[in-house]
């Protein structure tokens, strides 16, 4: 191998001497993403989108502010999972067509649910 040819792969192999032992990028290794990174990140679950960052909606989306009467973490995270199928059960969402969201683990819907509950008004007693 020619002096030129190998410094590619001199480069390569010094490059992967200097990174941390066991960094990777696999689930787990890096710090799950708050609940505000999920809500507004337009790229996985994209809520801004049509909700807006503070809730307060879009003309794609409704205003969430108000509707914390209707909501707790478990039924969001529901929600959130397949609207489709909750919207079928529950008539306070039924004429209320939102896309379905990307998958996403338990953990983050859970995040992301108790985030956009803080968005909304508390629930009233």
């Known amino acids: 191998m020619r002096p030129a040819q190998a410094i590619p792969s001199l480069l390569l192999l010094l490059l992967a001497g200097s990174c941390e032992p066991g960094a990777s990028s696999e689930e787990g290794s890096l710090p799950p993403p708050s609940g505000k990174e999920l809500y507004n ?3 996985a679950a994209a809520c ?3 909700h807006a960052t503070d809730g307060s ?3 794609l989306g409704v205003d969430l502010r108000d509707k914390g009467a209707h909501w707790d973490e478990e039924k969001l995270s529901a929600y ?3 609207p489709e199928a909750y919207a ?3 008539a306070h969402v039924e004429h209320v067509r939102m896309p379905q969201p990307p998958p996403m683990s338990d953990r983050d819907r859970a995040t992301l649910a108790r985030y956009t ?3 909304m008004k508390p629930r009233q007693p």
Do not use: E, F, Q, S
């Open 88 to 90: 079928t059960n529950n």
């Open 48 to 50: 801004v989108l049509c």
């Open 57 to 59: 909606g879009t003309l």
């Open 80 to 82: 959130i999972a397949d």
């Open 117 to 119: 509950l803080g968005l």
């Open 41 to 43: 990140d337009r790229g």
